[in-house]
DNA sequence: ATAGATGCAAAGAGTTTGCATAGGT
DNA sequence: ACCTATGCAAACTCTTTGCATCTAT
């Protein structure tokens, strides 16, 4: 009846708590495995979904990219995916007008912004080598 | 050696430049099969692709959704996801200074935009009947 | 001791690929 | 006739689910 605490859950939380950008389930597992013996993936999803429906972790879902996972409490913000590592990284800020680009008669209840390109580290690196290339933004 | 035309093929292409908003492979192999009997759905994944490498179609990945695809000749612009009936629609105009949220360091070679809420003819639908509720925006 | 949580493996959904065959050129 | 494109089914990836077992309460 009542939810109990278990290592693998307080994991997962955890790992979301400390982490410095949103992880993907894979990521928080490998990241989790650490922390408590033995996290299976499909505990580190059941895990999530408790999460996100008790609205403590949120969903992060990315044109083209597997969703990943944040704690819910970094304020409204958007992201940006590095073609060239596939991190994701937080952007503050939001442009004003964005909701009022709907055709009329159109209801607007959130919106998404993602940006792409290369994060600082991959920029830094003068010579980005020839090789597999990640999905490439629009 | 040379890429030949079939109705397979033509019948994809066919689809999309009558397409009203941007279709999902299932979409397109079902409209593409009233068109020229017998298109598989394999066949539908390799015409896109084929068609997103020539630069004449383009995939419309969207936050927390299956990629649609879409002709590429629309200009710039963004999309709109119904809530309600899940439906993807174009929307022109672009808010300025979205690049410029990006945290210093970061190269910004692109960005995406995605409004969610109701659309015109779910939102004219007085009374949104209770049922499974599609995906909800952040 | 009871009943929720876990781990494994199987089941699904969506997309890609191997291979024999159909069909442009 | 040659060789690309197709269709089917198997393979793959990601996520969910069934079930026996473990374990927090």
Redesign the pocket.
Known sequence: ?????????SAVLEVLREAERPL??QEIRLRAARKAR??????V???L?RLVDKGEVLPVELPGA??RYEVASHGHHHHFLCNECGRVFEVFGCPGGIDQLAPRGFEVSGHEVTLYGRCADCAARPAPRRGRRLKVAS
Do not use: L, W
């Not at 009846?1 to 859950?9: I, L, P, Y």
């Not at 033995?38 to 505990?43: H, N, R, S």
């Open positions: 009846m009542t939810e109990r605490s278990t290592r693998q859950k993907t389930p033995g996290v299976g993936i499909a505990t999803y059941r895990g979904r597997a969703p």
